[in-house]
């Protein structure tokens, strides 16, 4: 996750979490146990409170401009919301990398598919899957290698690096690419005996 997603994140997140506590500091001066106990000089919401009553709310509905004022902040924080939620959910991923001549790029899919593929050919190994993320500057490529139980971690991890990620760096030179390698082991199917 890049440092600015990073921090567009947390900020998001601190303001819904001081919005909420502020939210709850103020409801709970309404109630008896939170008032008795605060200062004299604090401001304390009444234990028989009414937000709106009829007759503030007919004043309300009297103006027209209010209800598309509040369905359109309504429908502004929802549509910030999906955007945020699809930046989660898409952002990063390399679609397309420029190869340094005009009009020639080279799918970030294609060169994932083909990197799980010289790393499904290495020996030990049962599955790969490999995922490019990052700018047409700096990649990532998450690598996942599922290997047979009785292959060496070792072995697999020299040939990955001396092969697959050595062949990708070399396509994507002069760009940095960092590969992160998680491994896995598929486990042995139990025979039944009867």
């Known amino acids: 996750m890049s440092r ?4 567009v ?21 309404a109630a008896d146990a939170v008032r008795d106990r605060l200062p004299s000089g604090w401001p304390r919401l009444g234990a028989d409170r009414v937000w709106l009553d009829g007759r503030d709310l007919g004043r309300w509905r009297d103006q027209g401009w ?3 004022l509040v369905i359109a902040a309504l429908s502004v924080g929802v549509l910030l919301f999906v955007v945020w939620v699809l930046a989660q959910v898409r952002g990063g991923r ?8 005009p009009d020639v790029t080279l799918s970030g899919t294609a060169l994932a598919a083909a990197m799980a593929e010289r790393a499904r050919a290495i020996e030990g190994v049962a599955d790969a899957h490999v995922r490019l993320r990052g ?3 700096r990649l990532r490529a998450r690598i996942t290698l599922v290997l047979l139980p009785d292959s060496s ?8 690096a001396l092969h697959t990620v050595a062949e ?5 030179a002069p760009r940095a ?4 390698v998680r491994l896995r082991v598929r486990s042995h199917k139990s025979r039944r005996l009867r």
């Open 4 to 7: 600015l997603r990073g921090g």
């Open 135 to 137: 700018t047409s500057r």
């Open 66 to 68: 209010w209800t598309p």
């Open 177 to 180: 690419l960092d590969a992160d």
């Open 153 to 160: 971690p070792e072995t697999v991890l020299r040939s990955l």
């Open 9 to 29: 994140n947390r900020a998001a997140l601190l303001c819904v979490a001081v919005a909420c506590v502020g939210a709850g500091a103020v409801l709970a001066t």
């Open 168 to 172: 990708a760096r070399a396509a994507t």
């Open 94 to 101: 390399l679609r397309e990398l420029p190869l340094g001549q």
